[in-house]
C-alpha cells in the first residue's frame, strides 16, 4: 500500500516569515494529494489540492508543488499568521483505485508573533 | 447543508462497554469514510461505504467493530466490548465518488477507562 512521510514533524516560524512542509508518497499510482489543516478537538480541513497531472498549484498565501519524478509534494505557506498555527497533514490516494486516503503524521506549525 | 455532523463529540466509556456513534455527511455525498486518529498521528482509514454498500474494510477493523449505513445516509460505527486500545479520535468524512478533498466532521473523540 501506499505509504506518506513528512518533515518536519514541528516547525515554528516568525509572523511574516514562511513556513515549508515536504512530504514523499511511496505508490506512483496516486494521483491526487491533498493537505488538511487541523486545529485542536477540530476535525481536518482541506485547504489545498494538487492533482498529478500539475506541477504547482496557488491560493493566496498558500501554495503546493508536485514532483512526480521524485515522488514528493510541498506545502508553502508564505506571509504567515498567528492563526495559521495547527497541525498539517498532507495525503496521498490513487483515485482510481480502493479511494482511500494515506496520511502523513502530520506537522506542527507554530507561528511566533 | 452545515458539513459532516458527527455524534456524539466526546464519550468516555468503561472497558468492556459497547458504544455506537453517528456520522451524518453532506447530503449530495454518495461515499462515506471512517477514519481513526491516535494522538501525534495522521487519521488512518477504517472502511468506507458507497451508498448503503460497505465497499472496504481495512484490517484495523477488527471483528469488535461494525459500520452500517442504512438506505445511504447517514452512518453508524459500534465498537463492542471497548478496549483501551480503542481510544482514539473517530473521524467520519463525505465526498462524491472520491473526487475532489474529502470533508471531514469534527469527530468523536473516544476514551476507554
Known amino acids: 500500500g501506499e505509504n506518506v512521510e513528512q518533515h518536519p514533524s514541528t516547525l515554528s516560524v516568525q509572523e511574516g516569515d514562511s513556513a515549508v512542509i515536504k512530504c514523499t508518497y511511496s505508490d506512483s499510482a496516486s494521483n491526487y494529494f491533498p493537505w488538511y489543516k487541523q486545529e485542536l478537538g477540530k476535525g481536518p480541513q482541506l485547504i489545498i489540492d494538487?492533482?498529478?497531472?500539475?506541477g504547482e498549484k496557488k491560493d493566496q498565501r498558500i501554495a503546493v508543488t508536485l514532483n512526480k519524478t521524485a515522488k514528493h509534494f510541498s506545502l508553502h505557506i508564505t506571509e504567515t499568521q498567528p492563526e495559521d498555527s495547527a497541525v498539517y497533514f498532507c495525503?496521498?490516494?490513487?483515485?482510481?483505485?480502493?479511494?482511500?486516503?494515506?496520511f502523513g503524521t502530520g506537522t506542527r506549525l507554530t507561528v511566533i508573533p | 447543508d452545515t458539513g459532516v455532523s458527527q455524534d456524539p463529540r466526546h464519550k468516555i466509556t468503561k472497558r468492556g462497554q459497547n458504544v455506537t456513534f453517528r456520522c451524518d455527511p453532506i447530503?449530495?455525498?454518495?461515499?462515506l469514510y471512517w477514519y481513526r486518529q491516535t494522538l501525534g498521528q495522521g487519521p488512518e482509514f477504517l472502511t468506507y461505504f458507497q451508498n448503503e454498500a460497505q465497499l472496504e474494510k481495512s484490517r484495523l477493523l477488527s471483528d469488535r467493530f461494525s459500520a452500517e449505513r442504512p438506505k445511504g445516509s447517514f452512518s453508524t460505527l459500534e465498537i463492542q466490548r471497548t478496549e483501551q486500545g480503542d481510544s482514539a479520535m473517530y473521524l467520519c468524512?463525505?465526498?462524491?465518488?472520491?473526487?475532489?478533498?474529502?470533508?471531514f466532521g469534527s469527530g468523536t473523540r473516544l476514551t476507554v477507562v
Open positions: 447530503s449530495e455525498h454518495n461515499r
Open positions: 468524512a463525505s465526498s462524491f465518488y472520491g473526487t475532489d478533498g474529502y470533508t
Open positions: 495525503a496521498a490516494i490513487d483515485q482510481t483505485g480502493a479511494n482511500n486516503l494515506f
Open positions: 494538487i492533482r498529478s497531472n500539475v
